[in-house]
């Protein structure tokens, strides 16, 4: 998105750019609510999310070329839809022409929204003298590796052994008591049954282990921008538009 160049009046002769107006634009707090709740987010991770939703809106101001913003940047985008008095009452008059979101529609004509990322990248680069932080800003040169959840994965190991290891001492007791009743074969039996359980059991410790992480923790733009979360190359598959003063 772009047109010409505007300012807009603040009183008496007084005017400031549409960078300028946007730098200091305050999202609704329910805004920010909302989408850390629906994604997991922690408190420093949606502040971050926040002042790269702004700089994108300053890209569609300034870029001269249409932008695709990353995914979590795009999550703010949609969340700031739905509050349509501040967007198109509060946000709209500081653009130069209205700003209208466009995702891909599954048509061969789609924009190629990973090359337009790749060139949002570029400008914010040229516009802000500065990298895209990569954990709201994923590289699409990077795959990032795949969550281990290792931390969560030891602790459910550690509590499977223990529980592990209580068996075996309970069982000896038991296979005592047993044998004295039944027979050793049959107290063999029972007893290396029971281990087999819990040999499985062991195998696979934390059946939920792997979401109970993303929800929790403060990565959250990690989540948005991985593999699993649509899209390509760390970009969303959507792109911004306006109506009239843009040029392509």
């Not at 290891?165 to 107290?187: Q, W």
């Not at 990565?219 to 109506?243: K, P, R, Y």
């Amino acid at each position: 998105m772009t047109g010409t160049a505007r300012t807009f009046p603040l009183s008496g002769q007084e005017t400031v750019s549409p960078t300028a107006a946007l730098t200091h634009y305050e999202f609704p707090p329910a805004m920010l609510r909302r989408a850390a709740q629906e994604h997991g987010w922690g408190h420093a991770f949606t502040d971050r999310a926040a002042h790269e939703y702004r700089r994108f809106l300053i890209l569609t101001a300034a870029a001269g070329h249409p932008v695709t913003p990353s995914r979590a940047v795009d999550a703010l985008w949609h969340e700031h839809l739905t509050f349509t008095r501040d967007y198109w009452e509060r946000l709209t008059p500081l653009l130069p022409a209205p700003l209208h979101h466009e995702p891909a529609t599954g048509e061969a004509s789609d924009t190629d929204f990973a090359a337009q990322y790749r060139c949002t990248l570029d400008s914010y680069a040229r516009l802000f003298g500065e990298v895209a932080p990569v954990d709201v800003w994923p590289d699409p040169t990077v795959r990032a590796a795949p969550a281990t959840h290792t931390a969560t994965r030891t602790a459910g190991g550690v509590r499977v052994s223990a529980l592990l290891l209580a068996a075996l001492a309970g069982g000896v007791a038991f296979l005592t008591f047993l044998s004295t009743r039944f027979g050793v074969l049959a107290a063999l039996g029972v007893f290396v049954l029971a281990l087999i359980l819990l040999t499985t059991a062991q195998a696979n410790p934390t059946g939920t282990g792997a979401r109970r992480d993303r929800r929790d923790g403060d990565g959250g733009g990690a989540d948005i921008g991985g593999s699993d979360s649509g899209g390509s190359d760390g970009g969303s598959s959507c792109g911004s538009s306006c109506g009239g003063g843009c040029s392509s």
